[in-house]
């Protein structure tokens, strides 16, 4: 009986091939999530969603202060993600007060980018350094954190221009909110690092002029327009009377309503709106953004708000933000702006920080929002009635993420 050659196995084959570009296609995220912060986890959330996608064989690192919250919250957006937090270690050890003698105060930089690219400049971060250099793209997703509001976060440009060079990774940076903007030597090393990357995409004009001539400069909107949980369509609803509540009490120090600054300002401005549009406590819906910090205005407003609904954050995060219900919205947050303008609902933005807020709410205004943008001062805001985006606004706005996002991320990419 002659006996026949055995056929390969088709599954083993395939198992090796996948591994294979498995193991060469590796993509890094830089970002702030796990702090909690609705709208940076919203933003990574949507990359990891679409990389999930459009390209299911790549390992995914994302690189967080906080990697562990971050699994947490996001471990079921992309099941090839795994979450470190070795350029954050790097950052906040060159800008901290634990920095050793090797490192220049002044030019912390230079130690970053020798530890970037170099084993054993930062021991303890090596396996951390190994997989960053084994990086197809590295990748800066966006948000409002690269800017003079935390400076040593220049340095997070720095970390990723300096491996792109080394290894010759595809460096981008998208949706980015560079004001206030970086000065003096610092703002001379990002828009040299900058310089390096093959796309570094923000999200308003003044950012835009912020990036000046670097070559792979480009303005699409915030990153968030990429993730499935913006409506598609927004749609106007009647009125219910009822208004959402989102009042942060950081970042509060610089607001002013009749003479008075600071977050006890913001509390007054809050609680002599809601009278003025005769909005009884139990019409108020207190929504949580950021965990604890988003409550305060509320706790402190007591009785006034008594009967009031409260929306944690884990609560918002898990099944959404009431939005397209007619509610109004009082917010002092930008995603909520965004997510509930997206659906259509009117509401006022509370700029509680002018020379960081004001930059963004007015992004929105500039992309298509109807929304009412205060910045303090005297008057209470009329109670809106004039919706979000249009539907047009809107999909436009969707659709040029979507067309980056493709140009970032084709299918059919060569591996280096």
Not at 112 to 136: F, H, K, Q, S
Not at 182 to 211: K, W
Not at 226 to 242: E, K, M
Request: one cysteine or more; a neutral charge.
């Amino acid at each position: 009986m002659s006996v026949l050659p055995s056929r390969p196995d088709v599954f083993s084959l395939t198992q090796r091939a996948r591994r294979a570009v498995e193991s060469r296609d590796v993509v890094y995220l830089v970002t702030t999530a796990g702090f909690p912060n609705f709208g940076d986890e919203l933003i990574v959330e949507a990359w990891l969603r679409y990389l999930a996608v459009h390209r299911p064989l790549a390992r995914v690192v994302v690189d967080s202060q906080r990697p562990g919250q971050a699994a947490l919250l996001l471990r079921q957006a992309n099941r090839r993600a795994v979450f470190v937090d070795t350029i954050w270690n790097l950052v906040q050890y060159a800008s901290g007060d634990a920095a050793g003698p090797e490192v220049d105060r002044d030019a912390p930089w230079e130690w970053i980018a020798r530890a970037t690219t170099r084993m054993g400049v930062a021991p303890r971060e090596g396996d951390g350094v190994e997989l960053l250099l084994r990086a197809n793209t590295i990748h800066i997703v966006g948000g409002g954190y690269l800017n003079n509001v935390w400076p040593h976060h220049a340095n997070l440009v720095t970390v990723v221009a300096e491996a792109a060079r080394v290894t010759g990774a595809k460096a981008i940076a998208t949706g980015a909110g560079l004001t206030p903007g970086f000065t003096g030597a610092a703002l001379e090393r990002f828009r040299f690092d900058a310089s390096t990357f093959e796309v570094f995409d923000v999200r308003d004009q003044p950012s835009a002029d912020l990036l000046g001539s670097v070559p792979g400069a480009s303005f699409t909107g915030d990153d968030a327009w990429l993730s499935p949980r913006v409506h598609r369509r927004p749609r106007a609803v009647p009125a219910t009377g009822n208004v959402v509540l989102c009042a942060q009490s950081d970042l509060t120090d610089d607001f002013v309503w009749r003479g008075r600054t600071g977050f006890e300002a913001l509390v007054e401005f809050i609680g002599v709106t809601l009278d003025e549009w005769e909005v009884a406590g139990s019409d108020v819906t207190v929504l949580e953004c950021i965990p604890g910090l988003d409550v305060q205005v509320a706790e402190r407003l007591g009785d006034r708000l008594a009967g009031s609904q409260r929306i944690p954050f884990l609560q918002a995060w898990r099944s959404g933000l009431p939005v397209s219900r007619g509610n109004t919205w009082l917010s002092t947050r930008f995603h909520p702006h965004l997510l509930a303008a997206a659906a259509g609902d009117s509401g006022v933005a509370v700029v509680s920080k002018p020379d960081y807020y004001a930059t963004k709410h007015r992004s929105l205004t500039e992309s298509g929002s109807q929304w009412t943008v205060v910045s303090g001062g005297d008057e209470v805001p009329a109670r809106p009635n004039a919706g979000g985006y249009s539907p047009a606004d809107s999909a436009r706005n969707r659709s040029t993420k979507r067309a980056l996002a493709a140009s970032l991320y084709p299918i059919g990419v060569r591996l280096r």
